[in-house]
């Protein structure tokens, strides 16, 4: 009964082992979302006995999966052009809805932070020396594509898209700099907390933050539908909701 309760309050609903499927649910899911999704789907997974297998990357990427036919039941994107293109082709099989958001930030390695860095193309050039700026790939990465809009506001893209280190990935980008090789990157402010080895450089004023937001799309109508919309629920409750928060994304009221 109490486990009934719980689940009832999650958003889950009780039904008998048979009708949660033995299948596992697949979820694709931008690279940046990877703890968050981690926490809230154990937590999905011991409420209601659904597996469910997670396949992290760039949102381009996965979207490009799933326009292949990749078997995927949801996709979490880090930026709304993807999630309009797979839906568009057909895939989608309800409309997407927004789970959260984050920011952009500047990052440094902790040995080695400037001083004095300020939202300017000349403060940021003279931190990067003969260094590259760590960013997402702006051809198709989100956090690039983000992080190229903010560049703009900032009235500094001209002057440092020839000084970009292009990765494939924000975390691949986030590797750069806690690696040392970058001397700066940018990277979403939730992903400052995931390695002791960068500091926070530069929080940009919100003039300049693009309007940076996760959607998720439930995908086809197959045997797992009923599960997916499950979790689809859930991910979107408050249980969920209160992961997010803590780990640095930023909600609407």
């Known amino acids: 009964m109490r486990l009934a309760i719980l689940c009832l309050l999650a958003g889950i609903a009780v039904l008998p082992s048979r009708a949660m499927g033995a299948e596992p649910i697949v979820l694709f899911a931008a690279s940046s979302t990877t703890e968050a999704m981690e926490r809230a789907i154990a937590a999905f997974e011991a409420a209601s006995g659904q597996k469910v297998v997670m396949?992290?990357?760039?949102?381009s990427a996965l979207a490009r999966q799933v326009l292949q036919g990749a078997p995927a039941d949801l996709f979490l994107s880090a930026n709304r052009r993807w999630i309009?293109?797979?839906?568009?082709?057909?895939?989608?099989?309800?409309?997407?809805?927004?789970?959260f958001g984050n920011r952009?930030?500047?990052?440094?390695?902790?040995?080695?932070?400037?001083?004095?860095?300020?939202?300017?193309?000349?403060?940021?050039?003279?931190?990067?020396?003969?260094?590259?700026?760590?960013?997402?790939?702006?051809?198709?990465?989100?956090?690039?594509l983000y992080a190229r809009a903010m560049l703009g506001r900032l009235g500094a893209w001209d002057v440092l898209a020839p000084r970009l280190a292009r990765a494939a990935n924000v975390r691949a980008a986030l590797a750069l700099v806690s690696s040392?090789?970058?001397?700066?990157?940018?990277?979403?402010?939730?992903?400052?907390?995931?390695?002791?080895?960068?500091?926070l450089a530069l929080d940009p004023p919100q003039s300049a933050q693009p309007d940076i937001g996760y959607w998720l799309l439930?995908?086809?109508?197959?045997?797992?539908?009923?599960a997916a919309e499950r979790l689809a629920t859930f991910l979107q409750g408050a249980a969920a909701r209160a992961i997010y928060r803590e780990l640095g994304f930023t909600l609407a009221d």
């Not at 439930?218 to 009923?226: K, Y």
Request: aromatic share 4%.
């Open 104 to 144: 952009l930030v500047f990052i440094a390695p902790s040995d080695n932070p400037p001083t004095g860095l300020e939202p300017s193309a000349a403060s940021i050039l003279r931190a990067l020396g003969d260094g590259r700026l760590a960013v997402g790939d702006p051809a198709h990465v989100p956090a690039g």
């Open 218 to 226: 439930p995908l086809g109508d197959g045997n797992r539908r009923e």
């Open 180 to 199: 040392g090789e970058a001397p700066l990157g940018i990277v979403y402010y939730s992903d400052l907390r995931l390695s002791d080895d960068v500091v």
């Open 55 to 59: 396949s992290f990357a760039a949102s």
């Open 84 to 99: 309009d293109n797979v839906a568009g082709s057909g895939h989608g099989a309800a409309p997407p809805v927004r789970l």
